[in-house]
C-alpha cells in the first residue's frame, strides 16, 4: 500500500506516563509519601468523585502484561517515570530494594519485549518530607535531587540509554505556587519563579552528573509543554500581549534549558515588579555549561490570548495574567468533551521555532492526546469506537511530519497515554489511553485506536 505520510527510520511510536500516575500500590513495597499521597489524605474533596492516587491504574502489580500489550500495538519507545518517594522513602537516604527490583524488573521486560525505556526522573511528585522544608525553594533539594539522579544513572544506566530530568517543570510552578491546583497551594509569585529558577538548578545539577557518569550512548533531555501564544489581531497590543505570554509559560524553562540561559526580557520584568529570585555567582556558568541533548515536547492546545481589557488589581498578587488576558477564537475546533481547543498546526510551529531559534535541537513529541469523559457511550462490539481520538491523533502527525519534510530534528511520537491513568484533579474523569481501564476490576480493553496506532507504527506511517 502507498503511503502518504511515511515518517523517518527508526521513529519513535509509543506512550508516556508517569509513575503517580499508573503505578497504585501508593502504600506498598515500603514506597514513602508523596505529596499527592499526602494532600489526598487531607482533602479528598478536592479530587473528582474522591479518587485518589492508592490504586490508580496497577501497572505496580500488571506491568509484565502491559508491556506485553504494548508490544502488541507496535510500541518501539516508552516513557515512564521513577517515584523518588518509591525509590528513596523520605527523598534522603537509604535505597528502597522493592522499589530497585521493581524498575529493574520493568527495564528489563521492556528491552525483552525491544520497546526502548526513556525515563523521567521527576513527574511532579515531591516526596512529602521534601516539600515540608520548602520544596524546590530550597537549595538543600536540589543537592538531594542530584544525589537521586545520581543514584538512578548508577542502578538503571546499564541499560537505560534515554534520561529526563523533568516532565512539564512549570505545572508545579503555575499549580503550587501561582494558580492553587496543586499543593502545597501557594499564591505568590515571588516563591513561584524561586521554585522555577532552582528547578532549572536542579536540571543543570542532574546533567552535570549525567556527564560524568558517562552512559555510553546516552543522553539527557527535559520535557517541557509548550504552548505557542497567539495573538488575537496583528495590533500591536495583541502582539505584545502574546509575546510576554511565550516569555513567561515557555521561554522560561525553554531558554535555560536549551541555549543555557534565561531570557533578558524576563529578568527585566521579575525586577520591575520585585519578585526576582534569589541566587548564587556559580549558577550563570553551570546553567550555560549544562544544557539538554534532547527535547520532549508536550503539545495538547494552543494559547491565544489578547491585550488586557482592564488594569490589573494593584492590590492583588502579581500574576503573569497582569500582561494578558486569555481569548477565545470565535469558530474554534474544540474537544467538546473536554473543553480545549484543538489546533493541530501548533505542532509546526513549535518545531519550526525550535529549528530557528533554538538550533534545531533533537526533539520528540513526548505527549499529545485527548481526553474524553464517559467513553462508555462509544462502545460497540465491546469495544469503545474513539473514532475522535484516531483522528485527532493523524491530525497532528500530518503537521508533524509536514515539519519533519521542512528540515525538522523531531524523531517520534508519543500518546499520553498507554491506558487510561489517574489525572491529578481530575482523577479518571478524562480517559486519554489507547486502552480502557475498568475502575474496579482493573481490567484493560484495547480501543479501536489501539488498532489503528499498531497499523501505523507497522507501515511507520499512514
Given amino acids: 500500500m502507498s503511503l502518504q505520510y511515511k515518517f523517518p527510520e527508526d521513529f519513535w511510536w509509543g506512550s508516556a506516563t508517569s509513575a503517580t500516575q499508573i503505578e497504585g500500590a501508593a502504600c506498598e513495597g515500603g514506597k514513602g509519601e508523596n505529596i499527592w499521597d499526602y494532600w489526598y489524605s487531607k482533602e479528598p474533596n478536592r479530587f473528582f468523585d474522591e479518587v485518589g492516587p492508592e490504586t490508580t491504574s496497577d501497572f505496580y502489580h500488571q506491568y509484565k502484561e502491559d508491556i506485553i500489550r504494548m508490544k502488541d500495538i507496535g510500541h518501539n519507545t516508552f516513557r515512564f517515570s521513577i517515584s523518588w518517594s518509591r525509590l528513596i522513602p523520605g527523598g534522603e537516604g537509604q535505597v528502597n530494594q522493592h522499589a530497585v527490583n521493581f524498575y529493574n524488573d520493568m527495564i528489563n521486560e521492556l528491552l525483552k519485549n525491544n520497546i526502548e525505556p526513556f525515563l523521567n526522573l521527576f513527574h511532579f511528585d515531591m ?11 530550597n537549595r538543600k533539594v536540589l543537592e538531594l535531587f542530584k544525589d537521586y539522579a545520581k543514584k538512578c544513572y548508577e542502578l538503571f544506566g546499564d541499560r537505560v540509554k534515554k534520561w529526563f530530568t523533568f516532565n512539564e517543570p512549570i505545572v508545579p510552578v503555575e499549580g503550587g505556587y501561582l494558580y492553587d491546583f496543586h499543593y502545597p497551594n501557594i499564591v505568590d509569585a515571588r516563591r513561584a519563579f524561586q521554585v522555577g529558577y532552582n528547578t532549572m538548578i536542579a536540571n543543570a545539577l542532574a546533567i552535570r552528573e549525567f556527564r560524568n557518569h558517562s552512559i555510553e550512548g546516552g543522553q539527557i533531555g527535559i520535557i517541557l509543554n509548550l504552548t505557542p501564544s497567539y495573538p488575537r489581531s496583528q495590533n500591536p497590543a495583541d502582539l505584545e500581549a502574546s509575546q510576554m505570554a511565550d516569555l513567561f509559560f515557555n521561554r522560561s524553562f525553554l531558554d535555560p534549558a536549551v541555549l543555557g540561559e534565561f531570557p533578558e526580557d524576563l529578568i527585566e520584568v521579575l525586577k520591575k515588579h520585585g519578585q526576582l529570585p534569589t541566587f548564587e555567582l556559580a549558577d550563570k556558568a553551570l546553567l550555560k555549561e549544562n544544557t539538554v541533548d534532547l527535547l520532549g515536547i508536550n503539545y495538547y492546545q494552543p494559547r491565544r490570548v489578547k491585550a488586557k481589557e482592564h488594569l490589573p488589581n494593584p492590590y492583588g498578587p502579581f500574576m503573569p495574567d497582569w ?16 473543553g480545549w481547543e484543538i489546533y493541530e498546526k501548533g505542532i509546526y510551529d513549535i518545531l519550526i521555532n525550535l529549528k530557528d531559534n533554538y538550533g534545531n535541537i533533537d526533539s520528540f513529541i513526548s505527549e499529545n492526546g485527548m481526553g474524553v469523559q464517559d467513553e462508555g457511550r462509544f462502545i460497540e462490539n465491546g469495544k469503545i469506537q474513539d473514532d475522535y481520538r484516531i483522528s485527532f ?4 502527525l500530518k503537521w508533524l511530519h509536514q515539519a519533519i519534510e521542512e528540515g525538522c530534528n523531531s524523531k517520534g511520537y508519543h500518546l499520553w497515554s498507554f491506558m487510561d491513568n489517574w489525572s491529578w484533579l481530575n482523577a479518571y474523569k478524562n480517559r486519554y489511553g489507547f486502552f480502557s481501564v475498568d475502575l474496579k476490576t482493573k481490567k484493560r480493553t484495547a480501543k479501536k485506536s489501539a488498532y489503528w496506532i499498531k497499523e501505523v507504527s507497522k507501515n511507520n506511517g499512514f
Fill in 127 to 137: 516526596p512529602k518530607e521534601l516539600q515540608d522544608i520548602g520544596g524546590f525553594e
Fill in 323 to 338: 500582561y494578558f488576558d486569555n481569548y477565545e477564537m470565535p469558530g474554534r475546533k474544540m474537544n467538546k468533551y473536554r
Fill in 393 to 396: 491523533i493523524e491530525g497532528h
